[in-house]
């Protein structure tokens, strides 16, 4: 029997006018976390089109491969080389290189170009969230590619280890020193990628500056090595990217290091402290100070 | 928060200056629950008042309360409350209106699903159905500034700043932009306040207007008392009209016939104007039929105030600053 026939409602009529909201209202804490999580979608090309997932898809396979490949050699092989956490650190710290000069253009340059940044700072949030939603979004994501590769390379030693729990407990340094030299890394990188994103507005412009500039950079302070002698020359490390990340690699995790890196280990982390308040002076510069 | 019957917004000797050039010259207005106009030409103020309210940038000195709220002190709380559409392009390309939109909804503090839903409604509300899974970067201006009006309003905001709404539109695009706006006031309570140099969007959809010109504020109120008797003064009398101009123009007031009726342009003391008229009428000892004072429009408002030369309606302008 049809439902009308029966006396019962056959159909509604919704409202779908404007309601007005009468919900939680999670305040600036959740749009700080809202903002970190867009960001690292968009760095990740989710959401966007298929081409803007190739580059982080293969970022993601070069640097996890060696470390899958590394683990599968320990377990099939068990008696050839023990490979160092130095060994894959080279992959890795290239891989950054490259995912930095992507991301961070992502992070801050259509923002500003599109001006949609004048959309956020009309939001609850300030100009000093905004930045820091960013760099959160930029580390978090250079952290899986810094630490990733290293910790899958820890466990897997852990686990192939004759005694897995005596292994861990005598080799908790390296976990330190491969934690250590992955912040390191990243926040290096991330400082330098977003000082230029913060400058340049369009994105593979400023992919191309901060790729170009760190290999002009080394370049030209590797000649400068070559050129001068005395105990300054020591120095030169300290601002040449691709270098001080070689030494530091060096230093924490073992290899052959850097050729012009004659430092005690912790004054490299000068270089790194130096850019990272460069980078800060530059986004305070473009960010905070009123127009 | 703002109670009913308290103003929106409220500034105090409200000035900010930059440098030696004074952008806001001690404003003080008071902004009911209403839709209001914000007019004024190239380097009025207007967008520096705008961005005093929302907390972007300090006052030099005064002070300002939106919503209830120091707009300085508690700016981010205000920006909670409040939705802002800048005139200019501020979305991005590579990104669908619902999920921009909802994006917006969550800087603004609502929960993801929530925010999900609200996004959805309102763009259905301001005419973007199956458009809002497409990609920014394929939209008209017409449908960019939907998207912008949707992302101003997804939160419920309590008052709306809409810069230049019906930029670029075409007049179609215009008009139905302008009843959205009309809704967002009388069908859902939203204060908005609308900067447009189409003195005709103001007139249209706005019940208050704020005039301001270098810094300050020249003229404020309701739209239809600013309107009301300013404009021409219409004297009939039975007979010898020509005398009556005489005796008019011989007291200083301008006055001319137009069919069976005398006329006199707005300017100067109405009062004095009044008296006039009175006199000459006794010294005449004419019988005064009918007397009275036209409306003006607002564009006559905003040059007997302003004095712009280059205030015009439709696409002409009074340059938004």
Known sequence: MPAESAGQPYGEVYDLGYKHYDGERLGRAHAIRALIVWSMKRGLGIRKRWTSKIMPALLYVAAYSPALIVAGILAFLPTQVDFSYGSLAGFISMALLIFAAGLAPEMLSDDRRENVLALYLARAITPVNYLLAKIAAMIILMATIAFGPQLLLFIAKVLLADNPLSYFGNHLGDLGRIIAWGAIICVYYTAIGLAVAALVDRKGIASAVFIGGILLITAITNALFDATSGTLRDYIVLISPIELVQSITGWLLGGSGSTIGNLVGPAYLVGVVAAVIAAGLIMQRRYLAEE | ?321
Do not use: W
């Open chain 2, 1 to 321: 928060m703002s109670q009913a019957g308290q103003p929106m917004i409220e500034t105090a000797a409200l000035t900010k200056r930059y440098g030696s050039i004074v952008a806001l010259d001690g404003l003080d207005i008071s902004i009911p629950q209403a839709a209001v106009g914000l007019l004024g030409a190239n380097g009025a103020g207007k967008s520096t008042l705008i961005k005093l309210l929302l907390g972007l940038i300090q006052p030099t000195s005064g002070s300002a309360t939106m919503l209830g709220m120091n707009a300085t002190r508690d700016a981010a709380h205000v920006r909670e409350r409040v939705g802002y559409m800048p005139e200019s392009d501020c979305l991005p390309a590579d990104v669908t209106a619902a999920d921009f939109v909802a994006h917006m909804a969550e800087m603004s503090g609502l929960p993801q699903r929530a925010a999900r839903q609200r996004a959805n409604d309102v763009l259905y509300q301001v005419g973007l159905d199956e458009e809002r899974y497409r990609l920014i970067r394929g939209f008209s201006t017409g449908m960019k500034q939907r998207v912008k009006l949707a992302q101003a309003i997804v939160h419920d905001p309590q008052l709306v700043f809409l810069d230049e709404p019906t930029n670029g539109m075409d007049p179609q695009g215009r008009g139905e932009m302008l009843r959205l706006i009309q809704r967002i006031h009388g069908s859902l309570g939203i204060t908005v306040i609308v900067s447009s140099h189409l003195l005709e969007d103001i007139e249209r959809v706005c019940d208050h207007v704020v005039m301001l010109d270098r810094g300050r504020m020249v003229a404020a109120g309701r739209i239809d008392t600013l309107m009301r008797g300013g404009g021409d003064i219409v004297v009939r009398v039975d007979s010898d009209q020509s005398s009556l101009v005489a005796a008019l123009i011989a007291r200083g007031v301008a006055a001319r016939v137009r069919e069976r009726d005398i006329v006199i342009a707005p300017g100067g003391e109405r009062d004095a104007i009044y008296d006039a008229i009175r006199d000459a009428v006794v010294e005449l000892g004419l019988p005064l039929r009918g007397l009275q004072a036209g409306e003006r429009s607002l564009e006559d408002v905003y040059i007997q105030t302003v004095g712009g030369a280059d205030v015009a309606r439709g696409k002409e302008t009074v340059h938004a600053s």
